[in-house]
């Protein structure tokens, strides 16, 4: 009877060294595998992070491209190297070629990369400063005072500050993408 006893004993005892065995085991790959998960989110927000970076870069290039485009156009316009009308219809045919997602750009400002915000406001102020600009010449223009000499010189340093901030803008997406 006594070897029964040692017998069930050991065998109890071995069971609970198993079930015990298993949940630590258990416990452990848990641990692990929401190690791993965490890791696998955090890799995946940090893609999408980049990604919409990229791709608020890449939108602010174009939009400064058409931008620079324009201002070519329309500053031969104030030298008196084409008319209105003529600038008009190259605006024209470049803003079907060149869309502007301006509702995207702001998305991703707002949501990604609102350390931007500054130095996207700056561009956004740039730009109005060179938009009032081109009105004036447009009214003085429709006014059959074709020469808009007058208006190239602060058109021009207009331009140069859309392009500075839009460098500076540039520089702050590319610094919050490698801070990710």
């Known amino acids: 009877m006594a070897d029964q006893f040692f017998t069930a004993l050991s065998t109890l005892a071995g069971g609970a060294i198993a079930i015990t065995g298993a949940l630590l085991t258990n416990r452990s790959n848990t641990a692990r595998l929401k190690i791993q998960l965490d890791h696998d989110a955090a890799l995946r927000t940090s893609e999408v992070f980049r990604d919409r970076g990229e791709e608020l870069y890449v939108l602010m290039e174009k939009w400064l ?14 030298q008196g190297k084409i008319t209105y009308a003529e600038f008009q219809d190259l605006y024209l045919e470049d803003a079907e070629q060149n869309k502007i997602e301006f509702p995207r750009i702001e998305l991703l400002v707002d949501i990604y990369y609102s350390s931007t915000r500054k130095a996207y406001d700056e561009i956004m102020a740039s730009r109005a400063k060179l938009q009032k600009i081109s009105s004036a010449h447009k009214r003085a223009y429709e006014r059959r005072e074709t020469n808009g000499r007058q208006f190239l010189e602060p058109y021009i340093e207009a331009q140069r500050a859309v392009e500075a901030a839009g460098e500076v803008f540039k520089a702050e997406i590319t610094k919050a993408i490698r801070g990710v």
Do not use: P, R
Not at 67 to 78: F, G, I, N, Q, T
């Open 65 to 78: 491209k058409i931008l620079a485009s324009e201002y070519v156009k329309l500053s031969s316009v104030m």
